[in-house]
């Protein structure tokens, strides 16, 4: 056999790594017609609507679907026809951290890729190259060729990718022009061998080869957890030493910026902060646990399971010292958080820190005000009610305000509080929010975010992560 030449690709799953990943290679390849497939008829729609209020925030995701969209890309709800057209099939679907069962809380819910996986192998009437993008455990890529081999129709066949994503969201795009790398593994068989330069062959076409590193299946699948995770590790570690930082006097920017000076280190995600989130992290680590632990590796289970325990306890350090700061107590008092998404430039919510913090205002009866740019209110009071499951939404309702502006959001408050790092933050008239906050007016800035100096100087009593107050 020769490696396929790929004209047809389909992408089941219009998420945040299938409708960004899938638009980059219509654009950059125009000879490969590409259709994104979803059974969500809403997010169908919001990825075909004439002004493009695409379903996820992304820079520079609408110039790319502008371009391509009609004319190679193509957004459909009709799965059955984009299976049987393809050569090509892209699973990315969600695979969100069990929450009852066996690995509750810590092992990857795979329904989703397994109905994904059952819906291919019953309307398939080809041969197919299928290609696991989710972030999914090892092995799973097994699992999936079983489902497909128990399921096909004589004379189709069928071979496994994994191909994970290494994008990070607010640079998604970017991070897909020009990636640090794309890991594609296969069986070491020459039909796997062949798969997968059918797919590389795809990439070739904007990503220089030596980027294209071919592994075997395996390695690939254990690949994406473990960058993941060695990246929080990073964020814990930092956030360790901003404990350290703010009970020594030391400066948690200074220290960083001296250790990131080594070339063995380097800068890259140092930076202190509340804590992390994100779709990504928290559950490909926690998987990483449930992986260990399955494999008779207790102490292994352990040393991953304490990034995560490190970012739950920084959440929690920093909702206490806003509390502290306010008098020990902040029951009655109005407080603003500006910013409501994980991370700046994205509008996703997903375990981010802000909904622990503000679910810990609630509960000691604050009352509080969000704004966020780009976050949806209907997704806010989703995430509440979900972080406050024995609290009726409505009487979350009484606690909570979400504003139109941070300006706004501010006005009458005891303390603001930065929980993402937007640059209009950065950049509002901090002399008119206070004027208008109750006095003495707090600032806790969570991200490193603002000039604490000039703050002080306009009159605000600062608290940053990380900085003592001897820094």
Known sequence: MAPVSVTKICCIGAGYVGGPTCAVIALKCPHIQVTIVDLNQARVDAWNSPDFKLPIYEPGLVDVVKQARGRNLFFSTDVDKGIQEADL????????TKKSGVGAGFAADLNYVESATRRIAAVAQSSKIVVEKST????TAESMRTILEANSRPGTRFDILSNPEFLAEGTAIEDLFKPDRVLIGSLQTPEGLDACQSLAAVYANWVPTERILTVGLWSSELSKLAANAMLAQRISSINALSAICEATGANIDEVAHAIGFDSRIGPKFLRASVGFGGSCFQKDILNLVYLSESLHLPQVAAYWRQVVDMNEYQKRRFSKTVVDTLFNTITGKHIAVLGFAFKADTGDTRESPAITLVRDFLQERAYVTIYDPQVDEAQIWLDLAEALPGVP???????????????????????VVIATEWKEFRDIDWAAVYAHMNKPAFVFDGRLLVDADALRKIGFKVTTIGRGQRA
């Not at 999914?136 to 092995?139: A, E, F, H, L």
């Not at 941070?406 to 408050?413: F, I, Y």
């Open 89 to 96: 099939i892209f699973v990315s679907v969600n695979t969100p």
């Open 136 to 139: 999914v455990p090892c092995r």
């Open 393 to 415: 939404l409505e009487n979350i309702k009484k606690q909570v305000t979400l504003a139109p502006s941070a300006l706004d959001a501010c006005k009458n408050k005891e303390a």
